[in-house]
């Protein structure tokens, strides 16, 4: 069985494949101080639920972006897994990133172009990412990575506007029952939502425009299946697309050996 391991900003998720089947997942917040004997209490819980053991697994692969949560995680696969796990980077996920800097690139980022080219098959195509930050990541015609757009994640928006504005409350992401406030409360969640819609329907058009085609667009994230229901921009939905990408490096670093 392959170890997926997902260090995002906000959590981080641990998934377990057999036969390049999911058999489950488990999603728990990003502590960079967390111990390595802490991974082991959580994980030990979720395998005996899921009536799996640790000699289960026979190989790891992280993709991170939070570089301090790195070495409790490693020292939790070798101490507990047995097992030295591999990190996914620009240069071993097995596309192409023509951008300026590839070794400056979220692993995250092109694991889900990686997964676009591979389970969906879609070029020109665009990855809509609801997390931390709102990240559109683009892949051209060459099937080939070739750069993106990164603004402030919604819930990341909503803290901030909450910190900066005494008076400000803070509020929820949810689909307001009209787009006019006639409170601040219903001011602030149509400000969100819609302006949200906006930037996702704006930002679209424009990367359509430069690249001269019509891409496909998918969502990913926890908040994609919301945005999506009001926008016909989005086309798909796919809330693994990042633990498939993971996979898919996999194979690829596989077939390298």
């Known amino acids: 069985m392959l170890l997926a391991i997902d260090i995002g900003n906000t959590n981080t998720v641990f998934a377990v494949y057999k036969n390049d089947k999911l058999v489950d997942f488990w999603r728990f917040q990003t502590i960079a101080a967390r111990a390595a004997d802490e991974y082991a209490a959580f994980l030990s819980q979720m395998f005996n639920l899921a009536g799996l053991q640790w000699k289960d697994i026979q190989d790891i692969i992280i993709c991170s972006v939070v570089p301090d949560a790195d070495f409790p995680v490693v020292k939790f696969c070798k101490k507990y897994l047995k097992h030295e ?11 192409k990133a023509e951008i300026d800097r ?27 990412d609801f997390g931390t930050a709102t990240t559109f990541d683009v892949i051209n015609k060459k099937g080939n990575y070739a750069g993106g757009v990164i603004a402030p994640g919604i819930n990341l928006s909503i803290e901030a506007l909450s910190r900066a504005a005494a008076k400000l409350p803070k509020v929820g992401v ?33 990367i359509s425009k430069e690249m001269k085609a019509k891409p496909f667009v998918l969502a990913t994230g926890g908040l994609a299946p919301l945005f999506a229901n009001d926008t016909k921009t989005i086309q798909a939905v796919d809330e693994t697309l990042t633990l498939k990408g993971i996979l898919c490096v996999y194979h690829t670093l596989q077939k390298r050996k």
Not at 102 to 128: S, T
């Open 85 to 95: 796990p591999v990190f996914i980077t620009a240069k071993n996920v097995g596309i």
């Open 174 to 206: 949810k689909k307001p029952k009209k787009v006019i406030g006639t409170s601040t409360v219903g001011a602030i969640e149509s400000g969100i939502y819609w302006g949200y819609i906006g930037l996702i329907e704006g930002t679209v058009e424009r």
């Open 102 to 128: 590839p070794e400056e690139l979220g692993a995250d980022r092109i694991v889900n172009a990686a997964a676009m080219r591979a389970h969906y098959k879609k070029a020109p195509a665009i990855v809509i």
